[in-house]
């Protein structure tokens, strides 16, 4: 099974192909402008997949650069070894970069070719479930900064994503739980069937049925392409792409970056949104336990570090920072159902306060 959907923005269009076969010449190639090609990737993904992908491009003059593997390398240091690579080895404003990793290399190698030579061309192959279904599609890239996740970086849509769900195989279980906190995300703010599905399929999703992930994938990518077509530059509704990320990015910048994944602080950070939602009356303590069972079910962490809750600050100075604060004003996305997002800064302080002391 293959299936192919699209991303229709005003000047960049382009598609997402999942399937469970390897990915060829026959696909890469149409996306590549010019004759120059670099494959970023890291000291992990490297031995798994850098050849069979290098392999498929002997119509190009290929060149190769594996960065060390870790979040705590998304930063500007890394990023100037891409351009260092480039410029070292003569690669002009038509050469491609292709992102072949997970969201630190996708957003590391987006930024760097939205830079260089002022952009360049990009083709992403995410090999990470997160990556799969969130970071690869759409266009947001960048850097952390030591004062706050992702704080650094540009828009730059990628040319082709291409996904091949085998290289899901190789991946650590706990790094899959990661990727599939994003999934639940896709479900809670914006589709109550699709978690029900979710709940229902999660024995063949933990076992990695070709067919299942394909499809949960597809849906999740066809979820948020049509978010990014409507607020490409989040304005608005793209915002809400965001539930539980405000938590969760207090977590992993407390907590130094790597050691809580990305998708574990998110999944924590959507209990935490769902326990507040609770508290304004918006849904039910049902609600926030079947948020639970199902992040609980793919081993995902439940309860925030015990330091942070029982010292809110340290919660509260790092939300102070996050990108959704408007004029001094923090705002949150919110569950107003099981389905249903909002972002507001209609809560008062108490009561975010009490959600902490209680995650
Ligand atoms: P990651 O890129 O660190 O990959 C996780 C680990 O899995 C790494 O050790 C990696 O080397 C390894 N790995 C990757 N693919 C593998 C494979 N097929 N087999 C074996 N090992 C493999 O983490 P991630 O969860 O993919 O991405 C997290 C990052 O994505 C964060 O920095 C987050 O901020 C970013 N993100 C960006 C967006 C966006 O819209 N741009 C959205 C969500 C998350
Ligand atoms: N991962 C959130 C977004 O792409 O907007």
Redo the contacts with the bound molecule.
Sequence with gaps: MAKQLSIGLDDHSYPIVIKDTRITANDLAPYIKGRQVMVVT?D??AP??LQSIVGELDAFNVDTLVLP???QY?NQATVDKIYDALLSQGHSRTTTLIAL???????MT?YAAACYQRGVNFIQI???L??QV??S??G???I?HPQG??MIGAFKQPNAVFIDIG??S???PR?FS??YA?VVKYALLGDAEFLTWLESNWAAIEQGDADTLISMIAHCCDMKAQVVEEDEKEHGKRALLNLGHTFGHAIEVEQGYGQW???EAVATGMIMAARLSQSLGKISTEDVQRVINILEKAKLPVKAPQHMTQNHELFLQHMAKDKKVLDGSLRLILLDKIGSAVITSDFELDTLINTIRAS
Excluded: C, Q, W
């Design positions: 890291n992990t993904i798994l997949y593997d870790g979040e998304k990793g997970g969201g630190v290399i996708g957003d987006g995410p090999t990470t997160l990556s969130d970071s599609v759409g947001k890239t960048g952390n996740k992702n290289m899901l190789t991946l650590a790094e990661a990727g994003e994944l990305h998708g």
